[in-house]
């Protein structure tokens, strides 16, 4: 058991890191020193645990929150046949919902660090995208399958000139597969004027006042435009 929940305080150590705050760093510092004993014990926690209670465990020098968890651990594996702690499924679960936002962000051209910043500012109200990120996590069933998602309605969004929220890809989940990018399509033009392809002459000719001017300029001169 001190394996496994050595484990869980090192995948929490990650998502903590993963959000760039040193206001967290007490308690990455505080997993960590919490590693380090159970994987330095000689014998398993829960036998501790079973033995001393919640004392057991803070006499090894862990934490009051900690050696709590380690206790909900050992509970939750008695009476589940697994161990469950709380605070490590929500930090998941808050974890996945903030990669959601940040990615739809980044969709729209604002990087982590500005999201960041102008969350600060408060120009970006963050708690105002949670629920709808929420939604899609438990739409999609997982965090890469909500980004590519709202990755798919940003590309087939933009090629239209459409806005998009996170709520745009609710409604268009059903049609995720036929969303596709508005082809881009140029033109050629000639100072200023469009040109046209004859198939039957086999040559191109510049439209000027109506009339069709047979092209006879270098390739590089054709100016070729997007056009919507």
């Not at 120009?123 to 939604?135: E, G, L, N």
């Not at 980004?147 to 090629?159: D, F, H, L």
């Amino acid at each position: 058991m001190n394996k496994e929940i050595s484990e869980i305080f090192g995948e929490m150590i990650k998502l903590l890191e993963l959000r760039g705050d040193k206001a967290l760093n007490f308690k990455i510092k505080a997993y960590r020193k919490a590693i380090g004993i159970l994987d330095g014990l000689q014998v398993d926690v829960s036998v501790i645990y079973t033995e001393k209670g919640l004392k057991g465990i803070t006499e090894l020098g862990i934490g009051d929150k900690n050696a709590k968890k380690i206790e909900e651990y050992i509970v939750s594996s008695s009476a589940k046949g697994y161990g469950v702690i709380r605070d490590f499924e929500e930090l998941q679960e808050e974890t996945a919902i903030q990669n959601v936002i940040a990615h739809y962000f980044q969709t729209k051209g604002v990087g982590l660090q500005e999201l960041k910043n102008n969350a600060k500012k408060k120009k970006i109200i963050y708690s105002r995208f949670t629920k709808p990120a929420k939604q899609l996590l438990e739409l999609a069933g997982s965090t890469e399958k909500a980004k590519e998602a709202i990755t798919t309605v940003s590309q087939w969004a933009k090629t239209r000139k459409l806005d998009y929220a996170i709520e745009t890809v609710f409604k268009k989940w059903l049609e995720l597969d036929q969303l596709k990018p508005k082809e881009i399509v140029k033109k050629p033009f000639y100072k200023n004027n469009p040109m046209i392809w004859s198939e039957a002459k086999k040559k191109w000719f510049v439209i000027k006042d109506g009339e069709w001017l047979e092209y006879v300029g270098k390739k590089e001169d054709v100016d070729w435009r997007i056009v919507e």
